[in-house]
């Protein structure tokens, strides 16, 4: 299965391909973005030196040529204007945090693809600041069915975001694309404003984010008059996901001719406080105290109103401005420390400990940066004998195990290794493979949690229960740390897996379909169909045919009357339907509950997108009259990126197959690129 490549969001974005053509991640082959052909790539501290020229003005002119510039830890990006007038793009690729994008200015109509500020700094604090993005965008150079968009905040990334005095306007996929703080990180909105946004200008999860003294709103504007001409107006002023409750303050928004002002998303929470919403909000979960139900839209001071003046920063905000920006750059940064003493011990003091952010190596306290200390992740670990180790951290140390006399300090206050769980002491690195997708699960003897272990994502996706887990991989890794023996261990793909950094072979752990799913019947006929995310297969010589049973890849159909069926499978039971009769289904051992696992009917006909044939990726999008679920029919992928919104579907194909089980007819169907379609009426029939 293609991971969220992981923005597990409704709408697909351009900005993972950029991204991870750059510098590996969850994304790549199996990441379900179109691919962004990139012309170059270039550092922030290398874009100082002579990309363009520099005005009278004092900043630099860039022409854009489908560059890539991207500003790593404690750097900061400023004084820069980006012609785009002649169609190519450029991307601001945000990867450590720490780091300060100022007076930047973007000057005519966009007509590239991709996202133009993208962010996947996975800690610390970023500053965006001074930004003009208000020339808009046309949706000609991209492939996928929304277009380009202006910011985007990745599913990987878990840093904390201030914009300040941006202007965002006519971006057809999202102004401000963050809702993946869902999954950590956090964005703050101050003093900025979007109009005409498609999909959504602020579009946010977490329960630290929030939006204060911002505008957003739709009216008819024209973008690019001279350059073809644009009009968006058909996006949410405000899009709250699930996540947290997201705090606005003193803001306003107002819907034009979109059909809400303001949505709540599948659980999405908010408190606004002051400022007005003008139209609909839509959904529940937002609490209000002293909104008008009328919106002041007038730009708020310190917004750029061109790109050049951006990129001059005549308008990078008040003094009291500066202070807060001061202020940001001095918290960077880690504001915690552990001092690991071994004056006065005997012996050597070794230590490890896992924290739950940024850890790094530190002279506080007079102590050495030893050579032997090493940090992977959030994990540090070293020894001491008569000297001091000290880190800084932030967060809060979650796992600590020291085996020695030495005495340990946390922010100059002595503790006791004892009260905190010990690291443990085995680590599961599953490296994914570009080549294809694949399926992993294992069983270990004691606790079990996720790591960043060599860089491995931390990804909700993966799932632990108790000391069972199961994922995906592609061409990214994930790691768990445990204690205690590896029991079991299923992979099925191309990638490979070590424990304790050295390769193990998974045939050496356990059987490849160590679950038992068991159907009894109650004396009558009762039809049933079962979805595994793994494979399944019927526990029987007997060829699956001779008992009216139909398996395909992770599916089973069947009918039982008196007896039991058994099969054995890998993964997951996904999905559980009892389409006629009564029958009493079993994992493990263990009865469950049918009407917890699946939420539809079956539906009688299918239509496959198959992109296996062609080179690059197509997009499509259709309307069914019916209901329309996604389905693994013929091997299909299930993917959480390809989105249904009531009977309409849309969703892109590489080198995979989707497939959608629906009822009814297929009233509009679109397809960019050149994969193939195949619709099946009565497919279940066959």
Known sequence: MAREPSVLDAEQTNADSSRRGVSGGNTGLLDRRAYMRLAGVTTAAAAFSGVGAANGDDYEEITARGQVIRIGQGETYENK????????????LVEGGGSVIRNIGFKGLHRGDGFMISITAPRGDVLIENVYLGDGSTKEGESFVHGPGAVFYHRDASCD?????????????????????????????????????????????????????????????NYGSGWGGYTEDSGRPVWVWNGGTVTIEDSNFAS?????????????????????IDGNVHGSGLQQSDVSSSADLSMPSGVPTSAEAAAAGESSGSPDDSEDESDNESD??????????????????????VVSDEVEPSTDEEATIDEGAT?????????????????????????LTVDGDAAVRVNGEAVDPADFDDVLENVILIEGDESGATRYEFEVEGDVEKSNYEGASIDEEDVIEDSFVHGSVADWKDAFRFEGELEQLTVDGPGTVLV??????????GTDLPHVLEVEGSGSPANFEITVDGEIELDSDDDPTDEATIISGSTVQSTVSDGTQTFNFAGAVTDVTITQGEAT?????????PSEYGEYELLPHAIVIDGTEDDSASTYAFEVSGAVVKSDYRGASIDDEDVIEGKSVRGAVGNWLDAYWF????????????????????????
């Open 375 to 399: 940090v992977n992740g959030t994990h540090a670990e070293g020894t001491v004998a008569d000297y001091r180790d000290a880190w800084r951290f932030d967060g809060e140390i979650e796992r």
């Open 256 to 276: 034009g001719s979109y059909p809400h002002a303001f949505v709540m998303h599948n659980g999405g929470a908010a408190s606004m406080t002051g400022g007005g």
């Open 81 to 92: 204007l980006f012609d785009l007038t002649n169609g190519n793009s450029v991307v601001l």
């Open 161 to 221: 975001v201030t914009f300040r005095h941006m202007n965002v306007q006519g971006w057809p996929n999202n102004g401000f694309y963050c809702s993946n703080t869902a999954h950590g990180g956090s964005v703050q909105f101050e003093n900025c404003y979007g109009k005409n946004n498609g999909v959504s200008t602020y579009r946010v999860a977490g329960g630290n984010d929030s939006i204060v003294n911002c505008v957003a709103y739709n009216d008819n504007t």
């Open 332 to 353: 960077h940064d880690l504001p915690n420390v552990v001092v690991f003493d071994g004056d006065g011990t005997t012996s050597a003091t070794s230590y490890e400990f």
């Open 585 to 593: 289904v079993s994992v493990n051992g263990e009865e469950i509950d």
């Open 663 to 686: 009822e009814g007819d297929i009233e509009d169907f679109r397809l960019l690129g050149d994969a193939s379609v195949d619709v099946q009426y009565n497919a279940r029939d066959r």
């Open 500 to 509: 304790n950094d050295e390769p193990v072979d998974p045939d050496d752990y």
